[in-house]
T-cell receptor, first 115, second 109 residues
């Protein structure tokens, strides 16, 4: 079975801290995605990557950056956490770009609280 | 108005009932996904549709491209089907899915 693993299930940070959210997949997927999920807003794409060292902005990239140094790992970075970044963060991966209609595989999510 | 609308937002049912969740979208799409999210956050991909109908166990997903509408049906519902069901549309000429806000289903014994 495909496994997408997010490093933390729950995380509490203070305003201004630098936060790293890690995601690892074990199926050699080219594509990886970071979403955030907020009540009433659904899932929103923050960043995605089609290959090592490649990244593209999603719909809400402000306040975030990403790193993909290895194919299996995609990191989301909050340079200076703010309270409006309190959210559920979900990582996903797939073999091909979304346009080619491959299923997405999701991690179990990280609930981040910024105090 | 959201480009992907789901209805209903909340749904309660008795065990054994037939359930329908609807998804309408306003853009031309190449595919539509149905996802399931259980309490605790993890999301599972149920179906990816570009036309017609797909079936997996008690779950059936249909799509009508002309009407820009998809439905997810659950036959003989069970309390373990309780979850949030999310549809996501993949428009033409983009790599980005557009997500509905989800339908929260609760099935009682």
């Amino acid at each position: 079975d495909v496994k997408v693993t997010q490093s933390s299930r729950y995380l509490v940070k203070r305003t201004g801290e630098k936060v790293f959210l890690e995601c690892v997949q074990d199926m050699d997927h080219e594509n990886m995605f970071w979403y955030r999920q907020d009540p009433g807003l659904g899932l929103r794409l923050i960043y995605f990557s089609y290959d090592v060292k490649m990244k593209e902005k999603g719909d809400i990239p402000e306040g975030y950056s990403v790193s993909r140094e290895k194919k299996e790992r995609f990191s989301l970075i909050l340079e200076s956490a703010s309270t409006n970044q309190t959210s559920m963060y979900l990582c996903a991966s797939s073999f091909l770009a979304e346009r080619t209609n491959e299923k997405l595989f999701f991690g179990s999510g990280t609930q981040l609280s910024v105090l | 108005k959201n480009e992907v609308e789901q209805s209903p937002q909340n749904l309660t049912a008795q065990e054994g009932e037939f359930i329908t969740i609807n998804c309408s979208y306003s853009v031309g799409i190449s595919a539509l996904h149905w996802l399931q999210q259980h309490p605790g956050g993890g999301i599972v991909s149920l179906f990816m549709l570009s036309s017609g109908k797909k079936k997996h166990g008690r779950l059936i997903a249909t799509i009508n491209i002309q009407e820009k509408h998809s439905s997810l049906h659950i036959t003989a519902s069970h309390p373990r089907d309780s979850a949030v069901y999310i549809c996501a549309a993949l428009p033409f000429n983009t790599d980005k899915l557009i997500f509905g806000t989800g339908t929260r289903l609760q099935v009682f014994p």
